[in-house]
T-cell receptor
Framework: QKEVEQDPGPLSVPEGAIVSLNCTYSNSAFQYFMWYRQYSRKGPELLMYTYSSGNKEDGRFTAQVDKSSKYISLFIRDSQPSDSATYLCAMKGGSTLGRLYFGRGTQLTVWP | DSGVTQTPKHLITATGQRVTLRCSPRSGDLSVYWYQQSLDQGLQFLIQYYNGEERAKGNILERFSAQQFPDLHSELNLSSLELGDSALYFC?????????????FGAGSRLTVL
């Protein structure tokens, strides 16, 4: 079993839809949770960063972490064609120099 | 521009050859990470350096090696290349301390082995 599982999609939605992206994980030591966005032929860029359980909102984006279920989510409200990209979840344990574990990424297309 | 510079952007070579990928981290970042991204495997962690010293090793093949130099730039050496080594290779950097949870990625080096 991989440490981080993420459905690769692809996911295709109309403009304005609410998008839900999810990851599950098996390592209970993970404390830091991130979502990266990767446009085609570009490097991943950090979108959201959360510590431990709870919600975090940034504009149209909301990240949720449920450590009891080992489940994290990213919600995108009022999705735009410019949101079309691959979204990767990432997480790590408490060591400040520990490595990040990535999901495989979900490919999202928002059509006008 | 993320501030992490990777060269070359594209590289085409033949099986059995050796290549070197170069990475300059963001100014002030002490940690450098190398990742391999292929269609079927996603982002795979290869190796991490912190201030010139190796700190963590992932799924890095024995044919691959890396180092971080005193000026903090890093090089990833890939030798005896095989078709399966064709992938995007990303370098990422982070600061020390609590901020080390956030990685900033470069644009990647696309390696094609023919």
């Amino acid at each position: 079993q991989k440490e981080v599982e993420q459905d690769p999609g692809p996911l295709s939605v109309p403009e304005g839809a609410i998008v839900s992206l999810n990851c599950t994980y098996s390592n209970s030591a993970f404390q830091y949770f991130m979502w990266y966005r990767q446009y085609s032929r570009k490097g991943p860029e950090l979108l959201m960063y959360t510590y431990s359980s709870g919600n975090k909102e940034d504009g149209r984006f909301t990240a949720q972490v449920d450590k009891s279920s080992k489940y994290i989510s990213l919600f995108i409200r009022d999705s735009q064609p410019s949101d079309s990209a691959t979204y990767l979840c990432a997480m790590k344990g408490g060591s400040t120099l520990g490595r990040l574990y990535f999901g495989r990424g979900t490919q999202l297309t928002v059509w006008p | 521009d993320s501030g992490v510079t990777q060269t070359p952007k594209h590289l085409i070579t033949a099986t059995g050859q050796r290549v070197t990928l170069r990475c300059s981290p963001r100014s002030g970042d002490l940690s450098v990470y190398w990742y391999q991204q292929s269609l079927d495997q996603g982002l795979q962690f290869l190796i991490q350096y912190y201030n010139g010293e190796e700190r963590a090793k992932g799924n890095i093949l024995e044919r691959f090696s890396a180092q971080q130099f005193p000026d903090l730039h890093s090089e990833l050496n890939l030798s005896s290349l095989e078709l399966g080594d064709s992938a995007l290779y990303f370098c990422a950097s982070s600061i020390a301390g609590a901020g080390a949870n956030v990685l900033t990625f470069g644009a990647g080096s696309r390696l094609t082995v023919l």
